[in-house]
């Protein structure tokens, strides 16, 4: 095995580790061979760089979901497509040269904290040629994302399916669906992204919903070329609108807030647009969402409501609870019991079929089955294996509950920093706003750790106290956002 020493490793050459390079490169604070990012796709990207499926696109402005130094006055649509996002973020890694100082196609399976020599020990392994390298680092950065361990229902029988199937973050290009029976389990935003593009092309498009969630117009529009040469030259437009969308979406937390009248005005506005979109009210019915605004991820589509009003769709709000060889098994809310809905959120499968005409249990034939249901998030420590200070195992320490300091840093963990770690992320702050706040902190974190191993090795991790301190603070002052609320408690063993 190849053994390699490096000051600093990146893993993750998704957004947050290209703007981090990017900034140690900016800043002088390291040069390129004093860096390594490695990442296990062939690109720059992230989610984007995996993602392939129709339609997949931000669901927020692409003048938002930008860097702020480089901003990007090309944008062909105003939710720009994955693939162009991809580019994005590419063009600015290239920038910066980063090619120079990255590993693609690199698979991080261990970073060990050696107490003796107060150094990370990373264990890769090439994903082509099984080649296996041990890099020795002073610092590791964990910039490895949350969207990409596809997390699948636990419905019986998926090994025997027949047809094809697979996960929407692992699209199948080489699959045609022209003519095809096809199911797609999920209706969360990758789902409901795919649903109305591949609706006209198929004989039959099965959703299997477990929850109906709030959905809104998305108002896209394809950016004109005059436009995209207008921002090009009048930079401080774009510069005005990506800083506006920002403060907007901060001022708008209330609205994400349980109980509030900004809460309840958004459900209300999300029944407006179900009831002009769907013209069937059975349909309608099980598509109204139950929950306060925010339990679920909101959609913001134009052709999802009335892709149900095409023949060739079926909603089914019945719970799958067999694969067959051809086909799935449904059975029906009215029949499910306590055992059906154990582990399953408050809401599931309640929304009734339509009691004279379905049966208690129900078999569609398919010929493909999509997988919309999402990633793996509840472990978080487990992107790779993280070990610390005495034997300290990241995933285990925190399970499902996962708490940091300042979303950067975790005590017992020396030298080791996240980007986009635990409570970043919400849904009133933009994620690239936030990716920047948290760079601009390690970039004075590397230049600090750098100035003292001049003199001697060194290592800094915040104390049990701080941490304590800040998750109390935390709690304290985050308000009771709807995602943690009653309404969105899994359910343990009773069928409320
Ligand atoms: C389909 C989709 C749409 C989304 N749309 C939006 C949106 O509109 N707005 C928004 O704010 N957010 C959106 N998100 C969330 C999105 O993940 C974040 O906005 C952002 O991309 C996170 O960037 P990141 O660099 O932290 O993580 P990622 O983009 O996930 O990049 C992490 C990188 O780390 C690599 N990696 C992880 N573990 C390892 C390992 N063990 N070894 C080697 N490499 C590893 C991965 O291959 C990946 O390239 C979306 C997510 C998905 C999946």
């Given at each position: 095995m190849e053994r390699k020493e490096i000051f600093c490793v990146i893993v993750g050459a998704g957004m947050c580790g290209v703007s981090l390079g990017r900034e140690l490169i900016r800043t002088g604070t390291l040069k390129h061979d004093e860096f390594r990012i490695l990442d296990r796709n062939p690109d720059y990207g992230g989610v984007w760089e995996a993602n392939r499926y129709?339609?997949?696109?931000?669901?927020?402005?692409s003048h938002a979901y930008v860097m702020r130094y480089m901003l990007n006055p090309n944008w062909t649509r105003s939710y720009a497509g994955g693939s162009e996002i991809q580019k994005y973020y590419a063009a600015l890694a290239d920038r910066a040269s980063l090619r120079k100082s990255t590993d693609f196609l690199t698979l991080v399976d261990t970073a060990t904290w050696n107490e003796k020599t107060l150094k990370w020990e990373i264990l890769t392994e090439h994903k082509e040629t099984r080649k296996k390298t041990l890099w020795i680092a002073t610092i590791l950065f964990n910039n490895g994302g949350n969207f990409h361990r596809p997390k699948y229902a636990m419905i019986p029988g998926r090994e025997n399916f027949k047809g094809e199937q697979w996960h929407s973050s692992e699209?199948?290009?080489?699959?045609d669906l022209t003519g095809k029976n096809v199911a797609i389990i999920g209706t969360g935003p990758s789902a409901a992204q795919i649903g109305p593009k591949i609706q006209p092309i198929v004989k039959n498009l099965y959703m299997y919903q477990r929850t109906p969630g709030h959905v809104f117009p998305r108002g896209e529009v394809v950016i004109p070329a005059w436009k995209r040469f207008i921002f090009s030259w009048f930079y401080p437009i774009l510069w005005l609108y990506h800083v506006s969308w920002a403060v907007s979406a901060a001022r708008n937390k209330d609205m994400w807030l349980s109980g509030t009248d900004e809460n309840k005005a958004m459900h209300k506005k999300a029944i407006a647009w179900l009831e002009t979109q769907v013209t069937n009210p059975v349909l309608r019915e099980k598509l109204r969402p139950k929950t306060e605004f925010g339990c679920k991820r909101p959609l913001f589509l134009n052709d999802w409501y009335p892709m149900?009003?095409?023949?060739?769709v079926e909603l089914i709000t019945?719970?799958?609870?067999r694969i067959t060889e051809h086909g799935i098994i449904s059975k029906a809310p009215q029949a499910l019991d306590t055992e059906d809905l154990k582990g399953q959120p408050v809401g599931a499968y309640e929304v009734r079929s339509e009691k004279n005409i379905v049966e208690e249990q129900q078999t569609r034939d398919i010929d493909v089955l999509i997988w919309g249901t999402g990633f793996d998030m509840e472990d978080w420590g487990g992107r790779f294996s993280v070990n610390g200070l005495d034997n300290l195992n990241l995933s285990k320490q925190w399970g499902t509950y996962p708490e940091a300091y300042w979303a950067i840093a975790v005590h017992a963990y020396p030298n080791f920093f996240m980007t986009l770690g635990p409570n970043s992320g919400n849904y009133w702050a933009n994620a690239t706003t936030v990716i920047q706040l948290q760079i601009d902190y390690h970039v004075k974190m590397v230049n600090h750790i750098k100035e003292q191993n001049k003199t001697a090795c060194y290592a800094i991790h915040p104390t049990a106290e701080a941490q304590e301190k800040h998750n109390a603070l935390l709690k304290e002052k985050r308000g009771h956002p709807a995602f943690l609320s009653d309404n969105f408690e899994l359910r343990s063993h009773t069928h409320a």
């Open positions: 129709p339609g997949v696109a931000c669901d927020i402005p699209w199948r290009t080489d699959q149900f009003n095409q023949p060739n019945e719970k799958p609870v």
